[in-house]
């Protein structure tokens, strides 16, 4: 679905996901709500997520199960170019998670996987804001939240943040080049 209708049929969806009754585990988990705009954004055909979220098939379907049960969605068959550096982009993250929520493991492998795609970090994901990508960021990842003192692109973040664990000090973020936005992102700091 394409166009001015994925809107209403995303807020739809993401209305019914957290309007079904969550898991025993799942109720009280703050990433509930962040998965649910993710699916919802990716099932209404936004972001470059795979239908599996980056998950795998078995573990996507056992997430939709625990976090939104009796809730039909269907994903979005599509493909997504794999990166080289996804490994060092997950375990960055599960070195800086929060270790509040088994959910974390998880939100890594999405957004290693949406690193991959060629607009901003919280675009691929499918999420409705930057702030939405913000608060799961504080969620999942204290410690690089507090690190990204100057509100640096999330994406562009996280690539400094490998690279300069790696002691390379020359890293875009891939497919920065055509991207719209890319003199705001790789412009002067101020």
Not at 25 to 54: F, K, M, T, Y
Not at 70 to 92: F, H, N, Y
Request: net charge neutral; with cysteine.
């Amino acid at each position: 679905m394409n166009g001015p209708d994925r809107l209403p049929y995303r807020a739809t969806l993401l209305a019914e996901l957290l309007s079904s009754p969550a898991g025993k585990h799942a109720a009280g988990d703050p990433n509930r709500v962040l998965l649910a705009s993710i699916v919802a954004g990716q099932a209404s055909g936004e972001g470059c997520l795979p239908a599996h979220l980056g998950l795998g098939p078995a573990a996507c379907h056992t997430l939709l199960l625990a976090y939104f049960p009796g809730c039909a969605v269907r994903l979005t068959e599509r493909a997504v170019e794999s990166i080289p550096e996804w490994s060092d982009l997950q375990k960055l993250l599960l070195e800086n998670r929060a270790c509040q929520s088994p959910t974390e493991l998880l939100v890594a492998n999405i957004l290693a996987t949406a690193c991959a795609g060629r607009d901003h970090l919280w675009q691929d994901l499918g999420l409705a804001s930057r702030d939405e990508l913000s608060r799961l960021m504080w969620v999942n990842f204290p410690a690089l939240a507090r690190a990204n003192s100057g509100d640096m692109k999330w994406k562009k973040f996280l690539y400094r943040q490998f690279c300069a664990q790696e002691g390379i000090y020359v890293c875009p973020a891939p497919s920065c080049g055509v991207c719209a936005d890319y003199a705001k992102c790789f412009g002067p700091e101020n």
